[in-house]
């Protein structure tokens, strides 16, 4: 059998098994929404644009989830929050121009993918774009403006992308973000709207990941 490994771009490897990798992903975040979980699953998805696979996703899980939810679970209105380290670029691609979908990101900027500075906003997108060397302060405290806008949005579900590579020892970004600060914008997630669900997206310290998913499910169960 022909290998069909190689590069979609310069960020994104493709394997054999990359395809149906991403597919479960997907269907691991439609899975999360029906029962209000966390999708743990790889690869990501929130770079991953209409028509375009970039930065190690394929599809964009969280976007097909909220899809998902609207067309077989009947859900109206849904924000989408974003706290990766990087700009929800995919994301806002695919529900531009959607009045019942809100997209707000937290996001470290200038930074990878280069889109989400401060003069991108809309009527249902919000996004925050932080300096590099931002803590749990100023994460938490820029936090006060989504909850303001997803509140006043009046979402019947939040899905959240849960990117945990604004970490402080994350190798691919410089935020200093910590365990604490990942349960607490959980919490607050959590307490935007009747249902929550989450996706993993980025965190890239093997051995810090499991103990910051661990906060933040804290995070979700104590909203």
């Avoid at 028509?51 to 989408?80: H, K, P, T, Y």
């Avoid at 380290?85 to 470290?108: E, K, P």
């Avoid at 900027?109 to 997108?125: C, I, N, R, V």
Wanted: aromatic residues 8%.
């Amino acid at each position: 059998m022909k290998s069909t490994r190689g590069f979609l771009d310069a960020d994104t490897p493709c394997t054999d098994t990359s395809y149906g990798a991403a597919l479960l992903a997907a269907g691991a975040a439609i899975e999360a929404v029906r029962s209000g979980g966390f999708a743990l699953a790889r690869p990501p998805g929130h770079h991953a644009e209409r028509g375009r696979a970039m930065g190690f996703c394929l599809f964009d899980s969280i976007a097909v989830a909220a899809r998902f939810a609207q067309a077989e679970l009947g859900v109206g209105r849904i924000a989408i929050v974003d706290w990766d380290v990087h700009h929800g670029n995919g994301t806002q691609d695919v529900v531009a121009g959607d009045d019942s979908i809100l997209f707000a990101s937290l996001h470290q900027w200038p930074f990878y993918p280069g889109s989400g500075g401060p003069d991108e906003q809309g009527a249902t997108l919000v996004n925050v774009p932080l300096p590099a060397g931002t803590g749990d302060g100023g994460y938490l405290g820029a936090f006060e403006g989504v909850e303001r806008a997803v509140t006043a949005f009046e979402p019947e579900l939040v899905l959240v992308s849960a990117g945990f590579d604004a970490h402080v020892d994350d190798p691919l970004a410089g935020m200093c973000v910590t365990a604490d600060g990942f349960r607490e914008l959980a919490r607050r997630s959590a307490a935007l709207a009747p249902q929550v669900a989450a996706v993993l997206e980025g965190g890239y310290n093997v051995r810090t990941l499991p103990d910051l998913v661990e906060a933040a499910l804290e995070g979700f169960d104590a909203a």
